[in-house]
């Protein structure tokens, strides 16, 4: 696959084929994604491939969380507190392209939930991971950890996969690390759901828009 197609043909899969993914294809992609650059070659990424009974157990307690009232308690802050144009425009409208795509008014809050919970589950992919990083590095490290993450994802498309980023997997990182035993000393970046696309699924009818290169680029002499 041409590295720009790649690139350019990746988006958010929300709703997966049962078919399975088997662990040589999950080593396959994750044998290129290590390849990643990393500052001094430091390659920070810790990954935790979560089992399926572990992935449902993971969702149910999330969700039980959010039922119940309990606070987020994310490790690090993913958006700003009070959001500002043009990115609360942007927000806005991948919202409404999402919720759109699903037929749910902006007002069915119920739907609207159900459809946010399916997160907690990993989109019922048949591969679900989780992508942490040892608190005790730098920031810069976490750029690293994008890197790789957005390898994850590239070289799934390579394989015939597709992926979606997972900040919600994040919210709770408490019960992420207690339920996979991930140490304490690791904050939770995201999770990365991957599998074959079920095309077919409204939610993955709809792409996000980009802004023009001459929108953020800038030219000096
Ligand atoms: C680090 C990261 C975390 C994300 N977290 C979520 C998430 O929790 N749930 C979700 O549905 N999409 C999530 N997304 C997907 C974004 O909404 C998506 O990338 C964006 O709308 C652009 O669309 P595209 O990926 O289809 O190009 C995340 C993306 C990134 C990069």
Redesign the pocket.
């Known amino acids: 696959m041409d590295v720009i197609d790649a690139i350019r043909k990746?988006?958010?899969v929300?709703a997966f084929l049962p078919t399975p993914v088997s662990k040589e294809q999950v080593i396959q992609v994750l044998e290129a994604a290590r390849f990643a650059p990393s500052g001094v070659n430091t390659q920070p990424w810790h990954l935790t491939v979560v089992g399926n009974n572990l992935k449902k157990i993971i969702g149910d307690k999330i969700i039980s969380a959010l039922e119940s009232g309990v606070p987020e308690n994310p490790d690090y802050l993913y958006y700003p507190k009070e959001w500002v144009e043009p990115y609360k425009s942007r927000r806005k409208a991948?919202g409404l392209a999402l919720y759109s795509a699903l037929n749910i008014s902006v007002e069915d809050k119920e739907k609207r939930k159900a459809a946010w919970y399916r997160?907690y589950h990993f989109f019922g992919a048949p591969v679900g991971m989780i992508v942490h990083i040892e608190k005790r590095l730098g920031t810069g490290s976490w750029l690293d950890m994008g890197m790789f993450?957005q390898n994850i994802l590239l070289a799934a498309r390579g394989v015939g996969l597709e992926t979606?980023?997972?900040?919600?997997?994040a919210e709770y990182p408490d019960i992420i690390r207690e339920t996979l035993n991930i140490p304490t000393d690791h904050s939770i970046i995201?999770g990365i759901a991957m599998g074959y696309a079920d095309w077919s699924a409204p939610i993955n009818q709809y792409?996000?828009a980009r802004e023009p290169v001459e929108s953020f680029t800038r030219w000096t002499e």
């Open positions: 990746r988006s958010s929300r991948c997160n993450i979606c980023p997972q900040a919600a997997l995201c792409r996000t």
